[in-house]
Structure formats: C-alpha cells, structure tokens
T-cell receptor, first 110, second 117 residues
Framework: DAKTTQPPSMDCAEGRAANLPCNHSTISGNEYVYWYRQIHSQGPQYIIHGLKNNETNEMASLIITEDRKSSTLILPHATLRDTAVYYCIVTTSGTYKYIFGTGTRLKVLA | GAVVSQHPSWVICKSGTSVKIECRSLDFQATTMFWYRQFPKQSLMLMATSNEGSKATYEQGVEKDKFLINHASLTLSTLTVTSAHPEDSSFYIC?????????????FGPGTRLTVT
C-alpha cells in the first residue's frame, strides 16, 4: 500500500502559487520524499525530492515539516502546462521502489 | 538528463497471443528497471523490479508466468504479456534507476498502450 495520502484534486489560477500537500505520517528515518508529475498519457516526470530539509530547484520547492509527517510541493508561478497529476512518493534509499498513491490532479485555470 | 524509451508506443493484439514490450535506457546503464501498469484514471501500479542478470522480483498479486520479464543487458529490459486477454489491456510504463545528478531517481519511459481484442 502507498504510504502517502493526497487530496484528489485542486485548482489553481494561472500565475499564482500552487501548494500541493502530502501526508506521510508513517515515514521512517531513512525514507525520502519524492515528487513526480504525470501529464496525460505520458510517463511520470521527476520534480524534486528531500529527506528532512526544505529543497528548491528550478521547477519547485519542497517544504517538509519538522516531524517529517507531511510535506508541501510549491509551484511558485503555475502555468497552464503545469496541469497534471502530481504524485508524492516515499521510498527508501535501499530498495528505491516507488509505490504510487492516488495523486492530486492539479488543474491550472486561465 | 537520462532518457528511457519504450517500444512500441502502442500495440493491438488478438486475445490469446503474446506481446513483447521493450524498455531501453538510451544514454546510461541501468542495473535496475521497474515495470508499472496503469488503468484509465488510476494510479501507476508497480508490477515488478527487473535486475540485470537475475530474475525479476514480482509484486504480490502479479502473475510471473503471465508477465515475463527479461533484463539481459544494462540498457534493455523486456516485458512479455503471454496469452493476452482483454483485461490485460492497459498502459504499461517502465522506469530505470540512475544516479544522474548526485542522487538516485527513476527515469520513466513514455509508456506503451496495449489493447487486446
């Protein structure tokens, strides 16, 4: 079973920040949080990942709570091309298996 | 970044026949590849982990005799759906694990849509 829960859908206005939450309350100390997105009928695309510190790259920021039981993916200026299903995944550095949850379907509105 | 390809991108076959799907890492070597299945409007479901030179590890509930996986080289893994039936119609996606930017991640192929008639 997936170790993450996410809201099924969200809307965001174009140009505004999109904040996508993820709950991973059973995460253990050696498990990373990865975020991917899947645009319709394509393979998932990597966005960002983290262990316990907040992370930022050219695509997004990842905020992980101090207890590591939840995280938020932030797309700072959403565009129409960011419309996709976003998956939050918890995985260990040993197996690297990804067990996908249901994800959040983000719709960016013009 | 690392690129993974799949062939074919779509295939239609008759019930009872077998279909082979290829997954290739184009610019890197992958000791570990993964196969997923995705039904319409659902999430990806991990089917198996494919390790180069050894037997694949299947997830619970996945029939290993029906979904044959071969990882004969560091750049190629194949999934063969044997005796396909209409319920096997799905989107099959592979991924390859690589350490590209200082950390491990999975690079996903574009997927193969299988329709069994």
């Amino acid at each position: 079973d997936a170790k993450t829960t996410q809201p099924p859908s969200m809307d965001c206005a174009e140009g505004r920040a999109a904040n996508l939450p993820c709950n991973h309350s059973t995460i253990s100390g050696n498990e990373y949080v990865y975020w991917y997105r899947q645009i319709h009928s394509q393979g998932p695309q990597y966005i960002i990942h983290g262990l316990k510190n907040n992370e930022t790259n050219e695509m997004a920021s990842l905020i992980i709570t101090e207890d590591r039981k939840s995280s938020t993916l932030i797309l700072p200026h959403a565009t129409l091309r960011d419309t996709a299903v976003y998956y939050c995944i918890v995985t260990t550095s040993g197996t690297y298996k990804y067990i996908f949850g249901t994800g959040t379907r983000l719709k960016v509105l013009a | 970044g690392a690129v993974v390809s799949q062939h074919p991108s779509w295939v239609i076959c008759k019930s009872g026949t077998s279909v082979k799907i290829e997954c290739r890492s184009l610019d890197f070597q992958a000791t570990t590849m993964f196969w997923y299945r995705q039904f319409p409007k659902q999430s990806l479901m991990l089917m198996a982990t494919s390790n180069e030179g050894s037997k694949a590890t299947y997830e619970q509930g996945v029939e290993k005799d029906k979904f044959l996986i071969n990882h004969a080289s560091l750049t190629l893994s194949t999934l063969t759906v044997t005796s396909a039936h209409p319920e096997d119609s799905s989107f099959y996606i592979c991924s390859a694990r690589a350490r590209d930017r200082g950390f491990y991640e999975q690079y996903f192929g574009p997927g193969t849509r299988l329709t069994v008639t």
